[in-house]
């Protein structure tokens, strides 16, 4: 009865994932000469085989992963921080943190605009500093989009952080440095691994979110940083060639995949130390 109950728990999560994600990739990889994409296995081998596809996977991950690492690294110490602090702070800390959540990607998006242009506030802010010249082009770059990103997607990082940190007993840092451990030991010893599992949780939606955003990338990038998410809007929707967009769609499935899988076993190598 238990199995019963258990497995009509599971079914409907079950029936969505086959049906929203199961069916259409087969149907993208098994497609018949009637269909409308007769050929995508031979479009993503050409795509794989392709420079141009491979030099915007490479900015792709790229991108990507320096959001991850800039995110944990000015995340999770902001995470720690609202762990401890006092209870009526926590709750305007955690506000502040969640309130990004909840303007449109293109609002924020276009604050950078403003900030990274040549015009802008940090290119007039270098030059009255005397670093600069002339006009400074941050704009349609790599570090512009690393920029954005990080701003979109690192509160998702602080959240599950927290999540874990708040779960930590003070009396193990404590106990640790009752014991003769210093600061820097009871974070890498104590600290560090027993947040690991929501911190690595926040990194796989903080890199899954960076691969697959359109906006951000399309307005702080601009054409010449093409990502797979703007690739795959152009071959969709301008070039109208629905087995490229499938291929570049299974490519972004792929490094997923392959990162989630990575990210996943992070709390278990914490565990062995």
Do not use: C, K
Request: glycine share 8%.
């Amino acid at each position: 009865m238990r199995r019963l109950a258990t497995a009509a728990l599971v079914l409907p999560a079950v029936v969505l994932l086959v049906v929203g994600f199961g069916y259409p990739y087969a149907t993208m990889l098994l497609a018949t000469a009637a269909d409308p994409d007769p050929d995508v296995p031979g479009a993503l081998l050409a795509a794989v085989t392709d420079p141009y596809v491979i030099e915007i996977v490479a900015r792709t991950a790229r991108v990507a992963g320096l959001a991850t690492l800039a995110s944990v690294l000015f995340g999770f110490p902001v995470a720690w921080l609202i762990s401890r602090v006092a209870p009526r702070w926590r709750a305007l800390l955690l506000l502040a943190v969640t309130f990004p959540l909840l303007l449109a990607t293109v609002v924020r998006t276009f604050a950078w605009i403003v900030l990274l242009g040549g015009e802008g506030l940090v290119s007039r802010a270098l030059q009255g500093i005397g670093l600069a010249s002339g006009p400074v082009q941050l704009l349609y770059t790599e570090t512009a989009m690393v920029l954005g990103l990080t701003q979109l997607f690192m509160p998702l990082l602080i959240l599950t952080a927290y999540s874990s940190l708040a779960s930590v007993d003070p009396a193990l840092e404590d106990a640790a440095r009752g014991m003769g451990a210093g600061n820097a030991a009871v974070f890498t010893r104590v600290v560090f691994p027993l947040a690991l599992p929501g911190t690595a949780v926040g990194a796989i939606l903080v890199f899954a979110g960076s691969v697959t955003a359109f906006t951000t990338p399309s307005l702080l990038g601009g054409t010449r940083n093409r990502t797979l998410a703007t690739l795959l809007y152009q071959e969709a929707n301008t070039s109208v060639n629905w087995s490229a967009a499938s291929a570049v769609a299974i490519i972004m499935t792929a490094i997923l995949l392959v990162v989630t899988l990575v990210l996943a076993r992070v709390p278990a190598i914490g565990d062995r130390r």
